[in-house]
């Protein structure tokens, strides 16, 4: 279990050799998802 606090960026996926799955759950109403900047393939492929 990992816990991101508020306002704080993060990061976390899959590289091209292993895989990542995500379940978030948030006791908040109105949650909301911030996305930062997409990774370029190279970025990715690193």
């Known amino acids: 279990v ?6 704080i960026a993060h990061w976390h996926g899959a590289s091209r050799d292993s895989s990542f799955t995500q379940l978030a759950v948030t ?4 949650g909301e998802t911030k996305w930062l900047e ?3 393939d190279k970025e990715y492929l690193q």
């Open 2 to 7: 990992i816990k991101c606090a508020p306002n």
């Open 27 to 30: 006791g908040r109403e109105k």
């Open 38 to 40: 997409l990774v370029t």
